[in-house]
């Protein structure tokens, strides 16, 4: 997994912003391999909990001291669906956020939002927790990482609570409407697209991707969930994403290499940039 081991078999091009690596157990050193053949030089690590984000941390912080390819981001969080946990969740991530802030692992915050189509965690308890994300991510001036599910009023509702986000964010695996894209855009957020833009119903998620100026644009795997065609059904993993860039590029008109440097440049300037000499950028 070094680089010194030898380059990649294609010139690494892709990113994956939001990936659980939590699930893979002992194969994780051989799925990131197949992300690094695929091209992917960085994958944000997301947790949906003090636990699962504790795991994504310890793989970003032996990631930076291996100097290991693909490059690795942590992103700490409470899922929704675990928000009724928030009161004993919450301090341990803010904890853990200012750790990994503090040794320059450049984190963000989330996964958090609302989920009101699974609704898991009773709503107040999910908006109580949205919003101390938010709050966390302007203490810590850290990006913030949304989850929206059949929730966009209140989504949207806090955000302009909260707003602005001069350390940016994104709307992980979006799935709003165009007007939803736009206030989103302009509250500073990004809008990233997971494995159901390559899925033949999308068109009018392929619309928005068309329309969302190229520093706006973020995409993802949300692995292990959400395979994109051709993997649809199968279980996920960050190497995949090279086909949800190759959809959203047929989408915008634009050859692949043009998208995936905009998605690249997009994704440097949330995590991997912010302290370049951390995530050995500067070699
Ligand atoms: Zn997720």
Known sequence: MSRAAGS???????????????????????????ARKAGVWA??????????????????????DREQWPLLAVSAGLHPHDASRGAAEMPVLADLLFAAKAEGLSPSVGETGLDYYRDLSPRPA?????????????????PLVVHDRDAHADVLA?????????????MHCFSGDMSMAEACLSLGLRISFAGPLTFP?????????????????LVETDCPYLAPVP???RRNEPAYVVHTTA???????????????????????????????RHGMTR
């Open 201 to 217: 119903r999308s068109d009018d998620a392929r619309a928005i991707a068309r329309a969302v100026p190229a520093d706006g644009l």
């Open 43 to 64: 994958v944000v690590a997301v947790g949906t909990d003090s636990a699962s984000s504790r795991h994504a941390l310890d793989l970003a912080r032996a990631a930076v």
């Open 8 to 34: 990649p078999a294609k010139p690494p091009a892709f990113v994956d912003t939001h990936a659980h690596l939590g699930g893979y157990g002992a194969e994780l050193p051989d799925v990131l391999a197949r």
């Open 247 to 277: 959809a959203l590029a047929a989408a915008r008109g634009e050859h692949i290499d043009e998208t995936a440097a905009a998605l690249s440049r997009n994704a440097r300037q949330l995590w991997f940039g912010r302290h370049p000499e």
């Open 158 to 170: 806090i955000l302009r609570g909260g707003a602005p986000f001069p350390a940016g964010g994104v």
């Open 231 to 233: 993997h649809r059904g």
């Open 126 to 142: 999910q908006r109580a927790a949205f919003w101390a994300h938010v709050e966390l991510a302007h203490k810590l001036n850290l």
